[in-house]
């Protein structure tokens, strides 16, 4: 029988001291344990990127990872982006160009174009095609994602262009 | 879908993983590295390993670098860190041409080049790039270490010459020439699918003829290996439509496919010789 | 045909969508997000067909199984024709397993990972019996039966024959005959199925949390099923991650779980996982089509015969049953043509799989396939484009009435397929088709036109001889003392923007923003009784209920403001969050109306009834929607790998109430077509063993398999429907397949090689290369 642990996860710069089994994956963990459910399950095996969240910055599969191996590393969830009332510029843009339905696997798409753009802001549109396939959407065809992301990356672009100018 | 129990374990030091993984390897104790392939396996149920030995937190594993006319590759080592060459060269480039095909982002971002090794899928793209490339593997246990060559490591679908003690810790591929041209296709339902058919190629000219033909082919059998009758095909030849053709047609026959959902053997012989012209024309390009 | 005029309110434009913010900042919350004492795990049966002999539970452990559940009814859908034969499902196995996944305990525990190892636990003990799993196979005299008391494993056909049908055959020059296959498929919701239930001591309810597009039927369903008062159940729907249809039909776990729930007092949640929805939430689309065209000279169909087999899987879904699927097929196989003559038979076979329910489109996308294959074979015998041929056939007077009694209201079948083939220039096409393969490059075209019946109401229903005749929806509308409002719809939206496409609707009546108008959905206890989102009826069905009780709220609030204003009921205008006296300034504010109807009742003398509140009932007879879908392929003929290059979709949903909705509804269901025509299959072994159970073997596309989808519209306005909208939520479904898998047989054309089988994978495509053998294969 295998003890439980007492670890300490920081998700959205907030520290949750939690007992969990080892087998407990990050997921899990996250919704049950800190509570914060806005990171969904889809399949728990990696392909549906519903549960992507970032941990010290690189977008990952929260249902591949187990809470023991995240201990003290920094998570960031869709709940740390921006709230019901204050949105950030890339869940604004999700809104603007209609780019959810039901809204299951947003916050998987939004954990992962959120840590794509911080690490390589400079990528091209094929290539962010290449980074959208990573995660599944049943709803919209993905045509609106890739408008809302394209214009982040643009805009984006477009103010770093502007400081340095 | 909820992983067995297993007690977990995270050692710091190369030394502290072996003693425990030779302790442990009897009652069923695996290295857990990137854990891309283990966890959804465990998820299945299909795994249910009684101890896993977490290295991520061992420093020195993390490290790669070129050393004696050798690319070396730490256990830890992962994916995302050959999206951008990581050494000078042509074997810097192929393997940034051939880290987008495996899987996506997500999963590189975690998934280790070892494991991909100590996993040993027909599909892995690292693995046909090992074979193909002449890769040694360094196995360390408590009985000390010892090197497997590429071509006696893998013995079988998901199977290889690692005893259950043996942790991968690191892995060698010998440096491409400077005027070495590669190839490679894959051939998968979606990007980043598994491959149901692969070719990496790699050889170099010589006024205008093929000299040094490698030729590997994965995804096609239980495990990825060179094919000889092609190279031979190529040697001494214009790098040219016809060449490419009469090499992919033997690569397309001496294969003996495997069957499954996706393929049946007629279709991947198929897919064979299509990625394998492709890789050597895209190699002449 | 007449054409919507553009609109001055809120009914016509693309705004943001209300349901959106809490969605994108993570706040949603769905049923798995529900906290639960006890985690439920099913043990499942691994084989296909056996009898059980002996279940093994560990010492200790909790398991529920049939034996425990012996006042708990099967459930038993019913139709009252096609010879239908009646058959019960246990909620957990009793006696006999049925297919690879079917529940046969129920395990409960403080968590899901222990549930799961206990379900590990239990042995089974099984005597294997004969599986069939082909639909021809179980049609065969000596085939095992799935069900003692259905023969031959047919449990539904129809038939149908127009008179002189045999007559018009005759007349033909030429006899056009296809073969089609459509293997089975997942629906997929990106959030599987799940239940939560809750018992509450205090008053002796359940509270029964789903993931349903059904919430006031799964009620109903689950009550008598357990013969428990239906007022001690409360199902809601929250948040849904997607349905599809999947999450139309009754899923036996969540009777379960009501069932656990008071028998234990607390709460229980079971949250499908992804192996379990690929293995045992509902399947579809597994037909067999024979279709044969009989037409003059001319390329003009004069008679249509077809025969349809569907494999329904082992039991019958609730409440469609499982006769959806054939008998859709037979009453809607004609499309958008005009062909009087008529004939054909429909089967539904019984086989040892899972179940078989509705899925977007439901039978549609594979008529359309085999019906527009159909037209494209022809168009080849008689050298014609396929949009020629179309042109010939299409329907271009309305109303018209079908060979099956089918009445089309106002459409543009025509007009479509016109803006299509302009939008995508064919001459130009043909042209850069020929260069490309003189490059040994393989470019196709593919055409779609269909007709989508939509919105249809209870007479559509009691047509198929269903005891469950669902088709109204009902809106309680009541504006507040604050001026806010609450439409209280039975409908149930799991994706659709139904909320704001509603406000839309009800702010151009009442003259209040869309903003102040609250939509309350999926929640027994506080919407009126209806029966949910599917069949592509919400906007017009709940649309068209929101626009009759807007409508009696409006003139409420004008008596109120009339007197108020003392002005004639005549003279006052809604507009802008006031009432106004027309040609005047004089107004008063919206919210001081509602004011004074609840606290200054005094003022209205006895002459205006307190309060503002208004229910409405919608029941239409139903509308056609339609469209001309055209896909542009390339197929790589060595390795049968299809590339969509275009997807030109030319729309006709009536009027739009918001734009920008339906567009992302047209997309997604081109985008699921897609994934029928190319990648989505469930594969069965011999012996009934379920091989695609990961997401690694069943392939949704992903953004780079969706190509950009250029849309189109039209506006035809119709009587049919209140809110002159149409039905959208299937059609993209619908017309992709035949459309990519007519361009897929345009590419292959030089190899003389045909593909009628979806999906057309490229080990499909490339095995019918190789059986074509024409010159063009040495060129590849």
Known sequence: MSDKRDITLTVNNRSYSIRVEPRRTLVDAIREDCGQTGTHIGCEHGVCGACTVLVDGAPVRACLMFAVQAANKEIRTVEGLGSVDNLNPLQRAFMEHHALQCGFCTPGFLMLVTGVLEREPDIGDDELIDVLASNLCRCTGYQNIIKAVRAVAHDMRQARSNASA | MKPARFEYHAPTSVDEAVQLLGSLAAEDGRILAGGQSLVPTMAFRLAKPGHLIDINAIATLGQIGSKDGALEIGACVRHAAFHRPVVAGPLGQLMSTVVRHIAHYPIRQRGTFCGSLAHADPASEWCLVAVTLGAQMIALSTRGARTIAAEDYFTGIMTTALAEDELLSQVRIPLLAPDTRFGFREFSRRAGDYAIAMALVTFRLDGGTIVEPRVGIGGAEANPRRIPEAEAALVGKPAELTTFRAAAEIAAEVVEPMEDMQADAIYRRDLVRAMTRRALEQAAQ | MTIAQPHAGWVGRSIRRVEDPTLIAGAGRFTADLPATYRVRFVRSERAAGRISKIHVPDGATAITATDLAGVKPIRPMLHKFDYVPIGQPILARDHVRFVGEPIAAVVAPSDAEAEDIAEAIEVAMEDQAAVIDARTALAAEAPRVHAEVAGNLIVKGAVETPGFADARARADSIVRLELRSRRQNAMPLEPRGGHAAFDAGSGRVTLTCST?????????????????????????????????????????????????????????????????????FHSRDQFIEIEGAFDSNGKLLALAADVIANVGAYSCFPTTCAVEPLMAMAELPGPYDVRAYRCAARGVLTNTCPMAPYRGVSRPVITFALERLMDRAALEFGLEPSEIRRRNLIETFPYVSATGLTFDEASYRQTLEMAVAALDLPAFRARQ???????????????????????????????????????????????????????????????????????????????????????????????????????????????????????????????????????????????????????????????????????????????????????????????????????????????????????????????????????????????????????????????????????????????????????????????????????????????????????????????????????????????????????????
């Open chain 3, 213 to 281: 597009q059904m919430p006031h039927l799964t009620r109903t369903a689950i009550t008598d099923l357990l013969g428990m008062p239906e007022s001690d159940l409360r199902v809601v729907a929250p948040d849904v991650g997607g349905g599809f249809g999947q999450k139309m039909s009754l899923a036996t776990e969540y009777v379960l779980l009501v069932w656990l729930a008071r028998k234990l007092r607390s709460s229980v949640a079971w949250h499908e996982d992804r192996r379990e929805n690929l293995i045992a939430a």
């Open chain 3, 434 to 780: 020929q260069q490309a393969r003189a490059r040994g490059r393989y470019l196709g075209i593919g055409f779609s036109a269909f007709s989508e019946r939509t919105g249809y109401g209870t007479p559509a229903f009691a047509a198929r001889g269903m005891e469950i005749i669902p088709g109204f929806e009902t809106i309680d509308l009541s504006m507040g003392p604050s001026g806010l409002v609450e439409a209280r719809i039975g409908a149930s939206p799991h994706g659709q923007g139904l909320r704001t496409t509603l406000a839309q609707i009800i702010a151009d009546e009442i003259g209040v923003p869309p903003d102040r108008i609250r939509v309350i959905h999926g929640d027994t206890d506080r919407t009126p009784y209806g029966f949910g989102t599917f069949a592509s009826r919400s906007a017009v069905i709940a649309g068209g209920a929101s626009l009759l009780a807007a409508r009696k709220v409006r003139s409420k609030l004008i008596k109120i403001a009339s007197l108020l204003l003392e002005a004639a009921p005549d003279d006052i205008v809604l507009d802008g969050g006031a009432a106004k006296v027309a040609g005047t300034d004089r107004s008063i504010a919206i919210e001081a109306l509602a004011r004074a109807a609840y606290h200054q009742v005094h003022r209205f003398k006895g002459e205006i009834e307190p309060g503002i509140a208004a229910s409405a009932t919608y029941d239409p007879a139903g509308t056609f929607a339609n469209a001309c879908h055209v896909a542009i392929v390339e197929v790589d003929p060595e390795t049968g790998q299809v590339r969509i290059e275009n997807f030109i979709a030319a729309e006709d949903a009536g009027r739009l109430i918001n734009p920008m909705i339906v567009d992302g509804q047209i997309q997604g269901g081109i985008a699921q077509g897609i994934g029928n025509a190319l990648l989505e299959e469930i594969v069965y072994d011999q012996t009934g063993n379920i091989l695609t159970t990961t997401l690694a073997d069943f392939l949704p596309p992903t953004a780079h398999e969706i190509p950009p989808i250029e849309l189109h519209h039209l506006e035809t306005v119709s009587d049919a429907s209140v809110t002159r909208a149409k039905g959208v939520g299937e059609g993209g479904a619908i017309g992709a397949p035949a459309a990519v898998i007519n361009a897929i047989n345009d590419a292959l054309a030089p190899f003389g090689a045909e593909i009628n089988e979806i999906p057309a994978t490229p080990r499909r495509i490339r095995a019918a290369i190789h059986a074509a053998r024409k010159p063009a294969e040495q060129r590849a």
